[in-house]
């Protein structure tokens, strides 16, 4: 479960002065749903997603994951989390099961339990091939699944995904959105942030749309149909978001 | 559990370290050929070019003196140099390097000689070009036993005896045991070799660890994992305190091979050269483990330093420019303290770097002044313990991690 209350973050630019990337977003996400935030570019989603995931400080507000807040207790937060984004990248030097293990010992799980656990999601995720190769050798696939496993290795109860499918392939991009999935049926709580549209029609409960940091309107697809009386998401996107669009935003 | 972690990150950054191949040239490679190549190789470069130089018959003119015969005589029957007929252009010649000096005969030379009216013989040369100044040198000793025969000659003429010229004689002699002659020469080296790379091997593996890791787009990975940063930090923190200290050890036993080395060469000349034995190098194992000691402190203090500075740029290019002029800012230091007759003082003592090199001067010379070591250790250490404190604060930093 993750429940944010008026969560804010201010950066100070020495050009642009105060910026308030997030401005008092509140939303809950439950367990066993996907909540996908959708954003133009420099929306505020990465920030708020980062914010979760204790990467990054609030400036004001509150949020908890699993009932931790994020200031608090990030540790524990973090313990309960699966963070994975096209910014979270792999260590070239290690190899995929090093990669994996390296996460699993910073999770705290003992040797034999690890040991179990890498075998499990190395052959649930077809990976056993390349376990023993360096990630700087893998394809974006291969690398794909090892953030995969990274992030699954502690069977966090909370998963959040920060533009998951940017810059990659069909192909890849279905194992994400397929992961992804699995993710609900597990009964995990989960967080998408996109701005494809056809990904969140296919995937998410339920919808918030973010922009210039602020949530802007919130609620299952066909909530959002029936409230702006259009049928095309990407028609709905326009209508909220347009009002408040200023292009020298989108970073 | 913290120490776990620490543990955890420290081992894989190990690994990681290890297949980096720019670390373990920095690390491992740079410290075991820097010494034997410094030390023996242009140790016997230099010996090799002086004694070239040295066996070379330099060509000279001998300018005037027609009315001489005597004195150019004396100069043609010497074996040290080879005459050459006088031209016009003898200076172009030197220039060119086409003869190495010429001297300048007087007028009525030997006719001045005779009345004992003094004349002054003049040799050119080209000023700051070796083999001209050693031929110089070999005309000015030849035209010198002349000028000694003639004194001789005049004395027996007086039954004078050539005594009367020296009424005593003076000669120095050296007290100190060989290792501090041998320290002396070289302390000012050593501790300015280790303390230099100490900076150099925890360079590569610091920026790596930061910088690198931003570029690569892994903090945000490593961030995500519920380790505190603290323990982070020390991981990395101990990876490169430990690259720091593995290049000052090989450093230290790659130059303790060097004076063997250097030994060896200066053994192999003594059976040829008797001189050159008062040069043999003494360093004991203790003053080698004492300069290294010293340097722990400092290693610490440089690998705190290093990753507070990598940590703030974005990218490993961006580190390095940052970290260049740090290699200066620890090279002056180190260099003032080989500067003759710079000692150890009190208040010298707690200049960062410069106190660990002008100890190891002394260290390596087998002297003890325990109040400078302790002094020295001490306020290294909290160079050191403020430089940490920095780094992890710096970590801490959202504006510095996710500086764009």
Redesign the interface.
Known sequence: MIETRGLTKLFKDKKRGEIRAVDGVSFICKPGQIYGLLGANGAGKTTTLRMLATILEPSDGTATVCGHDVVEAPQKVRANVGFLSTATALYPRLTSQEMVEYFGRLNGLPEAELKKRVDEIFTRLDMNSFRDRRCDKLSTGMKQKTSIARTLIHDPQVMIFDEPTLGLDIMTARTILEFIRECRQRGKTVIFSTHVMSEVEKLCDVIGIIQSGKLLAEGSLAALREQYKEQDLEEIFVKVVAPHYKPEEAA | ?PL??IG??YR?EL??SL??RRTLISTLLVPLLLFPILSVGFAALAVTLEKKAKEEIPKVMLLGGADSPGALEALRASKKIEVVPATPDWKDKIINKEIRAAVAIPDGFEASLAQQNPQTVEIYKYEGELKSSISADTVEKELKDYRDNVIEARLDANHVPSSILIPFRIKQDNVAPPEKVGGAELGGIIGYMVILLCLTGGMYPAMDLTAGEKE???M??I??????RLDLVLGKFFLVLTASLVTAALSVVSMGVSFWGMKQLKALDVSKNPDAAGMQLHIGFTAVLSVFLMALPLAVLFSAGLITISLFAKSYKEAQSYVSPLMVLVIIPAVAAMLPGVELTAKLALIPILNVSLLCKELVTGTYHWNFIALIFLSTCVYAAAALFLAVKMFQR??VL?RS
């Open positions: 559990m776990q972690n955890t990150v894989k690994t990681d297949r980096d690569r787009g892994t945000e990975t961030l995500s994992s519920p380790i505190s959202e504006d996710f």
